[in-house]
């Protein structure tokens, strides 16, 4: 069955985009607990993961989103945050329609301004927000240039999205989540909210800078940063001085004049982009703190890496993966050594002492071989 609110005349679609919300999904951390989550995917196989697939559009597009809410219990929405569309399209409950279980809605919109924006469901905001239901949209120059911030504007050689955000556990619990829909009865809302986990890109802690997750650049690169937030603290990003950062856009719109600074302060719902300048350096650190809005003080400092791929830090001699991606069978070794292989939460999933490992049993992905202290990525098909 399918929704038809949100449809306005256009003379053709352009784009097309399935999302569907899930209400069932687990995240897992880099201190190996977990907790449930709400989420988007793409398809039905995928698992739910935080933040949810990142949307991406031209300027000037006619772009059409199916929602399929196959979730149990309540409706969800998709609100198009910082998007100049019509009202009915916004994904505001009251203002526009909800999208019951099993259902599919429309949202019509043309794509303003190439720039930064977020997506989230607004039905019970405040939980199903802290839940996992949000991710990035992307609107690209008219032409879908990769290497453009916008039309005719200054070009870079690559780019990197950050999203933050925070996870308080306690609301997570089924007890929190799993609520009816009756919009005489008040959503259950904790009395207070006290993080445990900062999250960037759905990684916490150590994940943040493992080599699995380092941002990787050639030297004398240009790299444009999306700088994202969605929680419910501030965040920092701050960089190293030596990239000479420069904030160029704000909330999908242009500065009237770019900001220097090594240091971008993004509150919940802001977007900024920023260009970064490498040299010849072989690494670089960004700092993220999240910062309490009410006592403004940091709870979380964190830190992640930009390193250059000419260092080859997947490359030691004693170490030579293939084939790699694999279809199962994976060598690394011209004698037995230990190894252990975790997915990228850092999970356990093989361990042993081999020039080999059959990665039959696993699901296709990204994983992390580790071996002599080292860590080096391999893909299962």
Same mark, same amino acid.
């Given at each position: ?67 399929w809410n196959v979730s149990q219990g309540a409706p969800h929405t ?9 009202? #009915?399209?916004?994904? %505001?409950?009251? !203002? =526009? ?8 809605? &429309?949202? +019509? /919109? ?12 607004h039905v019970g905001s405040t939980v199903h927000l802290q839940a ?63 993080? #445990?986990?900062?999250? %960037?890109?759905? !990684? =916490? ?8 997750? &380092?941002? +990787? /650049?050639?030297?004398?690169e240009k790299v444009y940063m999306r700088l994202a937030n969605l ?90 993966? &293939? ?59």
């Amino acid at each position: 069955m399918s929704l038809l609110f949100g449809q306005i005349a256009f003379g053709q679609i352009d784009y097309t985009k399935l999302i569907i919300g899930r209400n069932q999904g687990t995240h897992y951390f880099h201190d190996g607990d977990s907790t449930r989550v709400f989420g988007f995917t793409e398809t039905l196989s995928e698992e739910t993961k935080i933040p949810g697939p990142t949307i991406e559009v031209n300027y000037g597009d006619s772009v059409k989103i199916d929602f399929w809410n196959v979730s149990q219990g309540a409706p969800h929405t998709i609100h198009l945050h910082g998007l100049d569309v019509d009202q #009915q399209n916004d994904g %505001v409950p009251m !203002l =526009s329609f909800e999208v019951e279980h099993m259902l599919h809605g &429309y949202y +019509y /919109f043309k794509a303003p301004h190439p720039g930064t924006y977020l997506y989230h469901c607004h039905v019970g905001s405040t939980v199903h927000l802290q839940a996992g239901m949000y991710g990035l949209l992307i609107v690209r120059p008219s032409n879908g240039e990769m290497n453009l911030n916008w039309d005719n504007g200054e070009s870079y050689d690559r780019e990197f999205s950050l999203l933050a955000s925070e996870i308080d556990t306690v609301w997570h619990n089924d007890t929190i989540l799993d609520h009816e829909h009756d919009p005489m009865m008040p959503l259950m809302v904790p009395e207070t909210f006290n993080a #445990q986990y900062f999250v %960037v890109n759905g !990684l =916490s802690g150590s994940q943040l800078n493992d080599p699995a997750n &380092y941002m +990787y /650049f050639q030297p004398n690169e240009k790299v444009y940063m999306r700088l994202a937030n969605l929680g419910y603290y501030g965040v920092r990003y701050i960089f190293e001085s030596a990239l000479n950062a420069r904030t160029v856009a704000s909330d999908g719109r242009p500065l009237p004049n770019e900001q220097l600074g090594d240091t971008i302060e993004v509150l919940p719902g802001e977007r900024y982009e920023t260009f970064l300048q490498f040299g010849n350096q072989s690494s670089s650190i960004l700092t993220v703190e999240h910062f309490n809005l009410n006592t403004l003080e940091v709870s979380a400092s964190q830190e992640m890496v930009f390193w250059s791929s000419s260092v080859g830090i997947d490359e030691i001699s004693s170490v030579s993966i &293939y084939p790699n991606p694999t279809d199962d069978l994976i060598y690394f070794s011209d004698s037995p050594v230990d190894y252990d292989i975790t997915d990228i939460t850092g999970k356990a999933q093989i361990k042993g002492f081999s020039k080999s490992s059959s990665l039959s049993r696993l699901p296709s992905g990204i994983y992390l071989l580790r071996i002599e202290g080292r860590t080096y990525r391999i893909i299962k098909n």
